[in-house]
Every structure is written in C-alpha cells, then in structure tokens.
C-alpha cells in the first residue's frame, strides 16, 4: 500500500481539466501527494465549439487538445482508461482490466443527451455531445447532398435536403445557425437551388433560448429568419424516425437528418453510482462540494447539484461553472491534505453567450450588478475573448494563437467576426519579389549609404529568407527611427509598408527559412520549459 497521498480524477472534461491543473500547482512541491488523471479519450474537447466542427467552419483538430501536451512538465500522471465501477466504501475505481485506488476522488465526467423516452430519438436522431458525434454528422451532411443531386425522386430528394434540429437552447440554435452559414457553400459545390434546402429548429418551449431576455430573443428569431430557418415552438417531440420527426399536434416533418439538442443528464457512470442524485442525475453535494455521502468525493463542473444560499434553483450547468468551481475543490483538497480551512462554493455568474453562425451573435453580460444585452459585432467579440482566456488557462499561449488562426485566419467563405479580412488565402510566394526587393534595398543602404552593419545584415536575411519574421520587425524599427531623425522620410515609407507584408511566413517560399525553422521548432518543443508553458506553435 502506498504511503503517498492518492488524489485520482475521472473525466477531462472542462471541470476535471481545470482542477488537476490548479492540484498540479498547489502541490507542485510535495512529493508525498500523486495526482492521476483518468478518461477515455486522450484528448480534451472543446464542447461549446461542436458545432463549427460540424458546420466545416473550422479544422476538426482546432477543438482538440491532447492531454499529454496540456499536462506537459506538470505533476498529473494522464490515464487512458474508461471506469466502469466505483466502489466508494473500498475506494478504488475499477475498468475492465484495471483498478485504481484513490484517498481524494474528483468526479467530472459531465453529461449526456437525454431522450425524455421519446420514441425513435436515440435510435435515429444524430447527437451532438463529443468529438465523433460532429466528425460523423459533418460526414453524414455532406453525405446527404452527395446523393440528394443523383436523387431522381423528388420526395426522396426532399427528404435528404431538409434538416431539423430538435432544441431551441443554445447547443440547437448554435448547431442551426452553424449549418444556415454553411447552406450556401454545400448548395455551390453540389450545384443545388438554395430553395430547395430546408432548415428546422423545434421546440416544447413556447420561445427559443428561454434564458435570455425577450429582445435578445426576437433578435435571434430575426436572424434565424433572415437566414432561411423555420422556428416552431411549442411542439412536443412525440417521435422520430429514419425518416421524419413527429411535432405532435404540429404534424410531421419528412427528414433523413434530425439532430439531437433537447436536453442532458449526468453520464451513465454517474447513474449508476450508489450515491445520492437528484435532477437529471447530479450528484448532490454540500458547500465545500463533497458529496453528501462520502467527504473525500468532490464533484466538479456539470456534475454538481447544489442549490447556493439564497437561491432557487441548482447552479446551472455551463462552462462557467465548471471554471468556478475547480479552484474550491483544487483548495479544499489541499486544505484536508494540510489540515487547513475550507472555503465554501459561493459561484458568480456572468450571464451567457451564443453564436448564430461565424458573424452573429448575442451576449447577456452582468456588469457592475447590472446585465446589459449585446448583439453582432460586441456578442461575438466577447465569446472570442473569454474563449481565449479559458483557452489560456488550459494551454497559454499555444492553444490561444492556434484558436486565432482557426478562427480568423484558416476561416472558410468569411464566416469570421471580421469576415475574411484576416483569411490566409493568398499564396506567399507572391511575397518573393517585394522580399528580394526590400532586402536588396536595405543592403544597398548598408553597403553605400553608410547605414550601418544592421542594415546589411536585415537585407542579407531578407534576401536569403532566413529569420525573415524577425528581420521583417528589424526592418520596421530601423525605417521608423530612419523617418523620427528625418533622413529620407519620404523614401521609407515603402520600407515600413512593404516590410509589414513580409511578416508572416514569407521565408517559407524559396527561402532558408522552409529548411531552418521546422528543425529549430522540434528543437524548440523538446525543452522542457517551453512545453510547460505552451511556449511554441504547432
């Protein structure tokens, strides 16, 4: 039997990820303590961005990160493993071919669809909970208009080309929008008339998006509209089929797609725990979010039933909490290891965001005690930047450049924030002559105009294409400082200009910087503190 302290937890999730980040710090010192991270996949997803996947608006791998880099340097010992029993009075976790025991126990293994009993929906609805259920059903859209145009009956064709998504919380309108965005690229490549395309969002509500307040609603509605989609609310889902969807009183809808939205519970681990649940089986737990049942569990994130002081309802299940309540659970652990105080979970929350598609969204933010709706431009821009802060929290800097050029510049049909205006899409090579120019320029100074040995070397690099990011950054300084002192103001203008262009990757075209940089960056990620700190670029 081990003497060490044995923290061990289950699910990398939002909540699990961040709290054996925020144990790994707290005992980074203490050799007595061994923390295990437990999951089925070796990669954490980013849930809340499913549907981009989906819709083709970015790389599968953008919502991706694998746990070995995240934990990279940190004290987390990653398992590849699914549980399949817990007993909590021996306290071990038990897989098929595996047991791990434990002395603290983090539950995070977040949710799963729930079908309400419906009949036909787990059969034939297409969920959208984790990574392979948005690879698959991207593969089955596509898939869909792929036979749709050799298609010659026309109701079967109908049928292929008419979408319903069951939902209209965020997860549905997100995944509704997405695909309305990504209508016009599929009808272009298959050759297939817009109008024939039909887009569904159904729900049992009497409004979408209940959460949010009314005018930010008819705002959705409006946008939803203006984007060729149908609302219907109100309509219980009675059945699904492979090839319909009953709307109750509402009637049918003929459909081969009907994708899943309408609600989650805890995962099926977490049902079949022998401890007390409550709502859609969450695990009911008291302040310091231990399980009543048994003190040395915690449970984190989605998992969570815990009605805070004052309130009404149990905190909701949203990223945010998950993002709360990690560092409580990361600080009572260590405070029973040290036999130091506990604090209790007192969340707040912040509001909400969602995205209709890449260019619209709707945001209600609490500020200064007050909640203030934003629409377009501001909604989308506050996702992106608190998507880069949690980003930051898991991955620093890497995952958090990775996030912005998947979003702003490998971005398809300007399906961005700002469009396409950042979109890599022109090829550098044509950069190659504005390079040698601008470098030969700079080495002419060197050498005849007396501008010194820095111009020479700027221009050498320029020419060759080697370190050209850098000596593109050297080459803007030097034509400033050239303009502040007032020698040949006019002609550096160019300079300045054309040097900006060359930032980004112009050295990779006929240049020493396609042979060099590779071999420096797998040199680079091999130190041990860059990987800690995420401080390179994939």
């Known amino acids: 039997m081990s003497n060490k302290t044995r923290i061990v937890l289950l699910g990398a999730g939002y909540g699990g990820l961040l709290t054996a980040k925020k144990l790994a710090n707290k005992f980074k010192k203490d050799n007595q303590v061994e923390i295990t991270l437990i999951d089925k996949n070796p990669y954490h997803t980013m849930r809340t961005e499913l549907h981009e996947v989906v819709a083709d608006r970015v790389s599968e791998d953008s919502i991706q990160i694998n746990l070995k880099k995240i934990f990279a340097g940190r004290k987390v010992n990653v398992v590849l493993d699914k549980i399949n029993d817990i007993n909590f009075n021996d306290k071990v976790l038990k897989s098929q071919k595996n047991e ?10 977040g949710c799963q669809p729930t079908y309400f009993g419906i009949p036909g929906a787990e059969e034939y609805a297409h969920k959208l909970w984790d990574f392979d259920d948005a690879v698959n059903l991207k593969e089955h859209i596509l898939h869909m208009f792929r036979e749709a145009v050799k298609e010659q009956d026309k109701e079967k064709r109908k049928k292929m080309l008419t979408f319903v998504v069951v939902g209209g919380g965020f997860t549905g309108i ?4 997405e695909l309305a965005d990504w209508k016009d690229r599929l009808c272009k490549d298959f050759y297939v008339d817009k109008e024939e395309v039909k887009l569904y969002v159904a729900d049992a509500m009497p409004k979408i998006l209940p959460i949010l307040p009314d005018n930010l609603i008819k705002k959705a509605e409006n946008h939803l509209r203006k984007l060729g989609v149908e609302i219907i609310t109100g309509a219980k889902i009675t059945e699904v089929s492979k090839e319909s969807v009953t709307l109750g009183e509402k009637g049918n809808i003929d459909t081969n797609t009907v994708i899943w939205a309408a609600g989650v519970e805890g995962s099926e681990l977490v049902g079949n725990m022998d401890i007390k649940q409550q709502g859609r089986k969450r695990i009911v737990t008291n302040d310091k ?43 009572n652990i260590y405070a029973d290891v040290k036999g130091r105080q506990q604090k209790s979970y007192k969340p707040t929350f912040h509001g909400c965001m969602v995205c209709i598609g890449g260019k619209y969204g ?27 802060v949690y980003f930051f929290q898991v991955a620093g800097f890497n995952k958090c450049w990775s996030y912005l050029l998947h979003e702003f510049c490998y971005v398809k049909d300007n399906r961005s924030l700002v469009g396409g205006h ?33 111009a020479t070397v700027v221009g050498l690099l320029l020419i060759v294409g080697l370190f ?38 112009s050295g990779s075209v006929f240049g020493l910087d396609y042979y060099v940089l590779p071999v ?6 091999k130190i041990d503190a860059i990987k800690k700190w995420y401080l390179y670029i994939d």
């Open 468 to 505: 050209t990011d850098i000596a593109s950054i050297a080459s803007i300084a030097m034509a400033i400082m050239i303009w502040a002192f007032g020698i040949e103001s006019a002609q550096t203008l160019w300079f300045i200009i054309g040097s900006i262009a060359l930032i980004g990757g």
């Open 362 to 388: 709707l945001a209600n933010i609490e500020f200064l005690g007050k909640f203030f709706g934003l629409s377009g431009f501001l909604a989308l821009f506050m996702k992106h930047f608190i998507n880069l």
């Open 520 to 525: 420096l960056k797998k040199s680079w990620k």
């Open 174 to 177: 997100e995944m509704i929008g």
């Open 100 to 109: 791990y025991e434990y002395d603290y126990l983090v539950i995070g293994t």
């Open 422 to 454: 950042f979109a890599n899409s022109t090829p550098s090579f044509w950069l190659l002559p504005l390079r040698i120019l601008v470098g030969y320029k700079w080495l002419e100074q060197g050498l005849y105009n007396q501008a010194g040995i820095g």
């Open 289 to 331: 979010l231990q399980a009543i049942d048994y003190e040395n569990v915690y449970v984190v994130g989605d998992n969570i039933f815990y009605i805070p002081e004052g309130q009404e309802r149990p905190v909701p299940q949203m990223v945010e909490n998950a993002e709360h309540s990690a560092p409580l659970i990361a600080h």
